[in-house]
């Protein structure tokens, strides 16, 4: 059953779900209350590699020992978790990304852990925090990686047009046009209708919040007003044929890096990584810089992606699994293991200045404040709530935006639907709804 809950009925609901599992094969016993009892914690995660770290840990903690299964990510792992809490026996920890945790707080799959959390709250910036609490005074995991966004542009060609780094969106829009003066072959980047999480981000810079909880009510507002404005920007720019509005991942998307017929990219920390693989033949011509603003001399970033690790309501242990989480996210050991190892780009401000992230990536070689320059970006990241029903609202926009591109109307109509879209399926699932 599906629970509706808010800021006040948390507690009611995390209660009962704890008043279930004791009555489950997982037993009630804290066993890290049990002097001298070696505790057993099972953990699903994707990330590659993170078994090194989960070593480390059990090799200098024999009585909690931690023992990992590896996962798929995405939809996956929330399917698996959902099953497994129904049937009574959940891992005691899951690596989940941050817009899945609604879900699976609305189905009493994780635990309230902001007590044995609050020792590593200001380890992380407060955007990337804000992330996990679901904007109430309750904490449903401990950030793991993040995904600040900021703009890639190949600088070679911004030399060759005579081009100057927008620090404002409305220099951008000028930049895309220059492009397409002095190179009509050429665009500054594009808009994809297939990629909601990159445009979720370009939300949160702008100040968008789409959900948010007041008591037993949700509050939906996809359609508020600044992510209107930045619906209308991209459409703007889209309708005047100012930038390109194929999707990103992509063949075509692929050459056109590649041949320099895009040479821009509002992206993530991640970006190194997808472009040394689908656009190898630009190697050391890119170059990266905060994101545009709305207003001259503000100071904000979205974010695309990133995980956490949350503690299960099942977990008889969650104590220990609350301990295991903060040291694999925030104790400097730790984290250079998951820099080196599964190659993420950690959550934590003091591993965001760690030895192994003094060199830029290879792809950008030429930038040697490449990892200064993002640990500052990363401290600029908008604070977000995510919903119960975020699958929806990007399925929607997947369908919406396409749409609009294709009958070339407004893209504010296009987030009027997935508003629309979003209500509804909260409704029809139970969820007590204003927007």
Known sequence: MRAKFGAKLLAVVLAAGLSAACTSDSGDTDQTAQPGGKVDLSFWSWAPNIDKTVDAWNAANPDIHVTLSKQAGGGDIVTKLLTASKAGNPPDLAQVEYQALPTLVSNDVLADIAKEAAPVKDKFAEGVWQQVTLGTDAVYAIPQDSGPMMLYYRADEFTKLGLTVPKTWDEFAQVARTVRQKAPKKYLTTFSANDPGWFTGLAQQAGASWWGINGETWKVSVNDA??????????????????????????????????????????????????????????????????????????????????????TSGSKNKAAAVKFAAWMNADPAATELLIKESAIYPAAREAQSSPLLQQPPAFFAEQKDFYTSAKAIAETASGFVWGPNVNVAYDTYKDAFGKAITAKTPFSGAVDTMQSATVADMQKNGFKVTS
């Open 226 to 311: 600044a992510t209107k404005k930045v619906a209308d920007y991209w459409g703007g720019l889209v309708g005047e044929g100012a930038i390109d509005n194929k999707p990103m991942y992509t063949p075509a998307w692929n050459k056109a890096l590649n041949d320099g017929t895009l040479i821009a990219w509002p992206s993530a920390i991640w970006a190194p990584g997808v472009l040394e693989g689908n656009a190898p033949a630009t190697k050391g011509k890119w170059a990266m810089a905060p994101m545009p603003q709305w207003a001259a001399g503000e100071n904000k970033t979205g974010s695309w992606g990133g995980s956490s690790t949350g503690v």
